[in-house]
């Protein structure tokens, strides 16, 4: 696929998992997620408490409970109850990945991870980059046009 329809397409599923990180009920930071595999979505998640517990992110003190999934690992686990495999797929992700949720990465086979915010850390995309997977900075998900199509049509 040429470059700039390859940009096109991480932009849309960039803006896609931005809304989709709308569903966390976190409230420091909302992050989203999308696995695609031969344009299609596989898997989705969002940074939120596993199910069946209150959908409440942070305590008293406004710190993120320990037990809070991040939405990469929400997507991983999904991925891996479903009939889909995470082989060669690309992430794409809100926030670029810590380090716990490189190594999942990792492991689920993903080789391309597409991120338009950057962590405060950076040694989840320095692992990344160590596995040999390609990481892509978009550095604003928004500014592109919603109605332009991948053919120029």
């Not at 989709?20 to 998640?45: F, H, P, Q, T």
């Not at 980059?129 to 109605?147: D, F, K, L, M, P």
Request: hydrophobic share 35%; proline share 2%.
């Amino acid at each position: 696929m040429d470059k700039d329809k390859q940009l096109l397409l991480d932009e849309r599923y960039m803006r896609m998992a931005s809304i989709w990180a709308e569903n966390s009920y976190c409230k420091r930071r909302k992050v989203g997620a999308l696995i695609v595999k031969d344009k299609m979505i596989i898997s989705d998640g969002y940074n939120g408490t596993p199910s069946g517990f209150e959908n409440v992110c942070e305590d008293d003190d406004y710190q993120t409970k320990p037990y809070v999934l991040h939405a990469e690992a929400n997507a991983i686990t999904k991925v891996a109850c479903s009939h889909n495999s995470s082989m060669g797929a690309t992430m794409y992700v809100t926030t670029s990945p810590c380090i716990e949720c490189a190594k999942l990465i990792i492991q689920a086979g993903i080789k391309r991870v597409v991120y338009s915010e950057k962590y405060r850390r950076s040694d989840g995309a320095a692992l990344l980059e160590r596995a040999g997977i390609e990481i892509v900075y978009i550095e604003s998900i928004n500014n592109t046009s919603q109605t332009e199509n991948i053919d120029g049509k």
